[in-house]
């Protein structure tokens, strides 16, 4: 009963944070990966039953300096202040109590205070308090010195580099707090770097390395394992399905909340104590992203009552007449309206004009939606605008320029006519393993499904609601019967039935998805790396990071630790297995080499130097680590009209795809632990905490076919770990010291559809100090 009421809790506080779910009250529009909750705030109230467990188990580990964690996330809540977009309450950068009391003698000379009338010794108007005496505030506001951290009964950690005074940890004169700890300040770096480390390779560290290199600078790419991809970027089903945020068409009534009650059922086992800890701290923090929402529901809309201005990001209220819709209000969503069309809108050189004729011209009532003290990056229209950002990105520079992709990025766009990716494609079939058509984009006629990404539906609430949209409204979605998604999909959908569910019909995209067949991604990157001169470290891992006025030092040694491929039972399926070194084993003296930028792409094993660099990713938590499967059936062959299309199981949220010889690979799952780094290195295929019936298996064979994978004696079983990031479709992305040090992470379950575009973000910053792009001048955190 005790594991069963884990199990509970933890579903519905995951259900509660999920990145995907936001639902707009009376709009019918749901801006949703997998779909929208009943009620997220009723599910919160659920989820956070175990608050109080999470916190004891949170603040476990005790040491110095008043509650670590706290700290952590008042660290990672206020990094966003200096940002114009983010008007949350702002951070005490100026304090003026001193420390120090007069009310028996007059304050000590030093401090340079006055007595106030509470006796205490504060500061005048224009200086500030820092290590117990007023100085200038303009020396404050360029280098603040509080950390944050207090020390009234115990001493400051190690980590802030501080020193204690008046009870706060406070930073030496020729210091200055950034993030909660003390360094030493560096003047923008000047040259254009010619020597770039990216640590990490995966799919956000492949192309963020390719990025760099098409520039013409030298990169080098640092990975623990033994090649590109052996981690969770090899192992899984890689959808790309960058029209997510145009799927309100067809989203929304009961199919969501039942199918958010089959995902919560099947996520094996909740999580460990552990991990409901860490997921009860991402919950909160994550909050104190989003900030306030306002909604104004129009009955009726004069021309002008509104007004827009273009920002660097959603569009911005300029004027307003209406009540409670007040200037500065950044535009989050308005009904039936999906975010990709407000960006596209806020990208034109009329967005005003285009959204009054839109508010004009709506059906009424008509419900607007704002954000007030937001992260940009928590806003649906900011992150539907990426989504067709990396879209654009894949299209029209990775497939221009090197079109030897398509030999594992499967996607209508490798087909497209005229194009250096069909060409390709036609001048290699046996490569590519499928044909194009003449049109890739058409609907499907006959039997053959096409390509891009087809979902299957049991549900017929979901036919009808795009059945309801005229065809002029459905976007990018192609309907299907259920008969023609059982011919079509005949492999898939074997005896037409997915969880017991009979199927009632189909919904493709083919002008934004497809998929990448990981297996065979990394070897296409790592030889237009080779070719383009970078080099490679395998089987290092970081120890310490010391950026300079020069660049960047990384110190690394061998990683140890190996894979092996090994039998999970007599004469069945098989596994990855790391086998780390023996306890107490030598390793290999550390060694230093220096770089002019470094670029951080490692996905939830962020490892344990960057922990010390930037403790808040992990601690506050920004990034949380989600556990996941993905069966391979080796034995199993599709026929060939297969093999060009993405297909997934809607309610049981489960994604395939093929190997190019026709092989099924089936991702999806949900498992979350305390997320530590060995852990998030192992990978395990694992089963559930709980009791036979709850686990990886069982989530796989909720569909025939995923049933005969998985029983299936040649089938490789695997595990990933999913980085999801504290602003929620938005990865997380950060710039230390001007772009000496840059973070690239948090895809989540978008890796493979964010980082065609994050890659190239990483890049400019780490080439020119911030983005080519002004649009995207908030996707990342500056430190």
Known sequence: MKAMFHRVCWALLFLSSLPYASATAGSGSCRSEH???????????????????????????????????????????NETHHRAEAVSKPANRCPKDTGGTCSWFSCKSWRQATCSSEYKCV????????GGKCVAESQVAQCPKDTGGTCSLFDCHDWRSSSCSSGKCVCKPEECAVDGRCVEPMSPPKATPKRVAVVGCGIAGALTAL????RGVQVEVIDREGDCGVGTSGRIAAEMMFYSYRKAVWKGGWADIDGYAAMAWNMQGSATPGGMAKGASFTSNKKSYEGTEVKVTLEEYKEGQLRFKRANGPPVVSYSSLPGAEVGLILKGISNLPPRDIYEMSKATDTDAQLQKYLKDAPKPVTVEFAKGADPRTNPVYAGGFFEAASDRLRDFFLVQYPELCEA?????????????????????????????????????????????AHALVSEDRVQNIKDHPQQERFDFELWDADQTKERLSDWVQNGTLNGHPVVG?????????????????????????????TYKFGQEITAITPSQEGVSLSMRAAGGSWSEVQLKENGPKTYQFTPDEEGSQKQVASTTSYDRVVFATGAAVGSAFDHFDPVVRNAPQMLPAHGYIV??????????????????????????????GNPAIGG?????????????????????????????????QAPLGKRVVEDGNTLKLGGVRPLSIFGNFPLLKSYFDGRVVLNTGGGANGFVCSWKSGQLAADVATSGSPAEPYWTNSFTAI
């Open 35 to 77: 779909g929208c909750p009943i009620n997220t705030a009723i599910l919160l109230q659920g989820g956070m039953r175990t608050s109080k467990e999470a916190d004891k188990l949170a603040h476990q580990g005790g040491g110095s300096e008043d509650d670590e964690t706290y700290h952590s996330l008042e660290a990672a809540n």
């Open 211 to 214: 990025e760099l290199a098409h």
């Open 506 to 534: 189909g919904v493709v995209n083919r002008n934004d998805g497809g998929f990448v067949r990981t297996e065979l991604v990394f070897k296409v990157i790592k030889q237009i790396l080779t070719e383009l001169g970078a």
């Open 409 to 453: 990025v499967v996607s209508p766009f490798c087909c497209v006519q005229g194009t250096p990716a069909r060409a390709w494609v036609v001048a290699n079939p046996e490569k590519a393993g499928y044909t194009c058509p003449d049109d890739p984009f058409a609907a499907a006629t006959g039997s053959t499904p096409g390509m891009g990404v």
């Open 669 to 701: 799952g949900m498992f979350f632990n305390d997320g530590s780094d060995s852990d998030c290195r192992a990978l395990k295929y694992r089963d559930s905490l709980l009791r036979s019936g709850f686990n990886a298996d069982s989530y796989m064979s």
């Open 632 to 661: 391979l059936g080796r034995g199993i062959e599709l026929s060939e009209k297969h093999r060009a299309i993405g297909v997934v199981y809607e309610r049981a949220h489960m994604y395939l795809r093929t190997t190019r010889s």
């Open 123 to 130: 500061c005048p108007a224009g200086k500030c308090a820092v």
